[in-house]
């Protein structure tokens, strides 16, 4: 079935570590963002990428990093300079690169660090 | 930057009564999207208004837009136990560049038996 795989679901890290979260998509899109979800929050845009090989800062783009190598996959790693990474984090794809349409999601990973 | 704001932030109701959240944005739109969120899951798209159009309906889902009063409400009618969720409302902006939903902060939605 077509989707959006993100993992893993909970992921543990110590401070000073990077961690990368890992995106696939076999829908066929173009776009695809990552976004992070406080407790009672709304989403917040990190990074997003329309095509391979190139990608743009998000609202909260300080402290993350992405890549977009294949059209599939956008991993996104956090590095052990985002201050406060402990959040829900959510992958998205879509079809259209220009007026946004429908967002397909994962189903999040959840970084907590000790 | 959060562009829509929803209103209630919580809303709990009884299975089947009728639930409204609203949303008001502060930037012209090409469209307005709901998603839905269980807790702990990801977001699932629900339905999807463009700024040309004033009603929109989907099963139990009814949403309309105004856009002079830059706002927008989400109707669900007969309401059951499986609609607990959050919901959010989410604009794509008209800024005449590639663009990019941002999200509000959510209703928070209770229904019990």
């Known amino acids: 079935d077509g989707g959006i795989t993100q993992s893993p679901k909970y992921l543990f890290r110590k401070e000073g570590q990077n961690v990368t979260l890992s995106c696939e998509q076999n829908?066929?899109?173009?776009?695809m963002y990552w976004y992070r979800q406080d407790p009672g929050q709304g989403l917040r845009l990190i990074y997003y990428?329309?095509?391979?090989?190139?990608?743009q800062k998000g609202d909260i783009a300080e402290g993350y990093s992405v890549s977009r190598e294949k059209k599939e996959s956008f991993p996104l790693t956090v590095t052990s300079a985002q201050k406060n990474p402990t959040a829900f984090y959510l992958c998205?794809?879509?079809?259209?690169?220009?007026?946004?349409?429908?967002?397909?999601f994962g189903e999040g990973s959840r970084l907590t660090v000790l | 930057s959060q562009q829509g704001e929803e209103d209630p932030q919580a809303l709990s109701i009884q299975e089947g009564e009728n639930a409204t959240m609203n949303c008001s944005y502060k930037?012209?739109?090409?469209?307005l999207q709901w998603y839905r969120q269980n807790s702990g899951r990801g977001l699932v798209h629900l339905i999807l208004?463009?700024?040309?159009?004033r009603e929109k309906h989907s099963g139990r889902l009814r949403v309309t837009l105004d856009t002079s009063k830059k706002s927008s409400s989400l109707l669900i009618t007969a309401s059951r136990a499986a609609d607990t969720a959050s919901y959010f409302c989410?604009?794509?902006?008209?800024?005449?560049?590639?663009?990019?939903?941002?999200f509000g902060t959510g209703t928070r939605l209770q229904v019990t038996l």
């Open positions: 990428s329309q095509i391979v090989n190139d990608f």
């Open positions: 829908l066929n899109h173009d776009a």
């Open positions: 208004i463009r700024s040309n159009e």
């Open positions: 989410a604009t794509d902006p008209n800024t005449g560049t590639a663009s990019k939903l941002t």
């Open positions: 998205a794809s879509s079809m259209q690169t220009g007026n946004t349409g429908e967002l397909f």
């Open positions: 930037t012209s739109i090409n469209n």
